[in-house]
């Protein structure tokens, strides 16, 4: 089905190139399909009012690009995304700078390496809308030949989906997602959330421990990662027979550290309440560890703190904390490895892997 192309041109532009990002931003929409004609030179150089050379030159930038295709006689056609292999991964990560995904970056940098990919990073800082800049830029500048994602929206309703599936772009999902994916056909690569909650608060419980708090962000009950671990929570204690009530949650503003020295400053009564608290990061546990340490509350003498992810800080000589380790290094190994068989065609069904946790025993945990 041939389109009929509108552009509004920008003065400082050569309109040859805004002709031909016009023409990928159709693709990446959708509006523009695999097997669509592109209307004849000599009618876009009417519709548009540019020369023909003007058009010539942005078509055959596309053909060179693998993105259109001359069929003699018949026209110039859309063609599937990605004919031209660039052998280059976009990794779009939630936070660069923090520790936790700078393992998983460890490992999927080595597994590309080994594999001759290259890689091109971008923080999203778990926002939306910037994630979705960064796909749409990257396949309309035909860069990568895929996506290693780490979405801020874990249930994959994003519109950033709709658009890797109409390009047909391969993409895996890490470390968190939901399993239920409404039908989409996206490979995720992440750990057992719930099991490593479970096996925690199961080994604080054998340690003697009844009373233990639920340690969250505010909005907790939006992520499905932490929902994970509440289920995981809530499951060990309810087989050990222990009723869990709203007042067994305590609600930070984050998860950074500084919000869990706040609320261990803030909510001090509530949480001399609990002989134990398992905190949903390591780096709300560090925090309150911190705070408590100052205030002269021993631990873990009088409460035992379990973290989650264990993070490099959390083994250090001061803090010593006793956390669940999520395979990262694993993580972006896998992630990498499956996208890129993916990409090469050595993979047809979708890929969904669930990595074991492990339990850390360290300092921060004692016998009640």
């Known amino acids: 089905m041939e389109k009929h192309l509108l552009i509004e041109f920008e003065e400082v532009i050569p309109k040859y190139y805004q002709i031909e990002k016009h023409i990928k931003a159709l693709i990446s929409s959708g509006k523009l399909k695999t097997g669509d004609r592109i209307p004849p030179e000599e009618v876009l150089s009417k519709q548009l009012n540019v020369n023909r050379g003007t058009i010539s030159k942005a078509i055959n930038r596309l053909v060179s690009e693998g993105v259109l295709y001359r069929k003699r006689g018949k026209g110039t056609f ?43 990073l971008c923080n999203s800082l778990g926002d939306e809308e910037r ?38 772009i391969s993409v895996i999902v890490f470390p968190q997602a939901r399993k239920k994916k409404d039908g989409r056909n996206i490979g995720y690569v992440i750990s057992d959330d719930k099991d490593g909650a ?19 962000c505010k909005d907790w009950q939006s992520e499905v990662a932490t929902l994970n671990r509440w289920d995981g929570y809530k ?15 305590i609600e930070t503003s984050g998860v950074e550290m500084e919000d869990g020295w706040d609320i261990a400053s803030e909510k001090l009564e509530k949480i001399k309440d609990f002989t134990a608290l398992f905190c949903i990061g390591d780096n ?44 990262t290094y694993l993580i972006g190994q896998k992630a990498t490895d499956a996208l890129i068989r993916i990409i090469e065609g050595e993979l047809k069904e979708r890929v969904d892997i669930l990595l074991p946790t492990k339990l850390v025993v360290r300092k921060t945990t004692a016998r009640r």
């Open 235 to 249: 499951k060990a204690m309810e087989e050990n027979g222990i009723e869990v009530s709203r007042d067994y949650i």
């Open 131 to 168: 994630e979705q800049k960064y796909v749409e830029r990257l396949i309309d500048e035909g860069k990568v030949d895929g996506f290693l994602l780490c979405p801020r929206n874990l249930n994959l309703t994003s519109s950033v989906f709709e658009i890797l599936e109409k390009r047909n």
């Open 78 to 120: 859309v063609i599937p995304y990605k004919i031209k292999k660039t052998h280059t991964l976009a990794v779009v990560l939630y936070h660069i700078d923090n520790p936790f995904y700078s393992k998983i970056v460890k490992g999927i940098e080595e597994k590309a390496s080994e594999k001759g990919y290259h890689l091109i």
């Open 284 to 327: 709300l546990a560090i925090g309150i560890l911190k705070r408590l340490k100052e205030i002269g509350i021993r631990v873990p003498e009088e409460v035992s703190i379990v973290g989650f992810d264990n993070i490099d800080m959390a083994g250090y000589p001061d803090v010593q904390l006793t956390t669940v380790e999520q395979p």
């Open 198 to 216: 479970y096996r925690a608060v199961r080994y604080l419980i054998r340690l003697g421990h009844s009373k233990i708090g639920f340690v969250s």
